[in-house]
């Protein structure tokens, strides 16, 4: 496992995460017995997933030292080397 694999596999994560406490907390607010966790959970899979097999990558192009602005670009890309 290569550093950029590890970086890919790590942001997926985070994004799967991210989207899945965003889902969490909607739902909670619905608190609707019994779904919110296994919505979350099906949410968690279906992004981390997506990211994996699309093989999605972020990039930061360009960082802004004095307004801090990180510029991400999305790019696809393959393991093959």
Request: negative net charge.
């Amino acid at each position: 496992m290569n550093t950029m694999m590890f970086i890919h596999v790590s942001i997926s994560i985070l994004n799967g995460l991210l989207w899945a406490g965003i889902i969490g907390g909607i739902f909670k607010l619905f608190a609707i017995k019994g779904w919110p966790s296994m919505l979350t959970m099906i949410f968690f899979v279906v992004m981390l997933l997506t990211f994996l097999l699309l093989k999605v990558s972020l990039k930061i192009t360009d960082a802004d030292e004095h307004t801090g602005i990180v510029h991400l670009t999305i790019e696809f890309w393959d393991y093959e080397e």
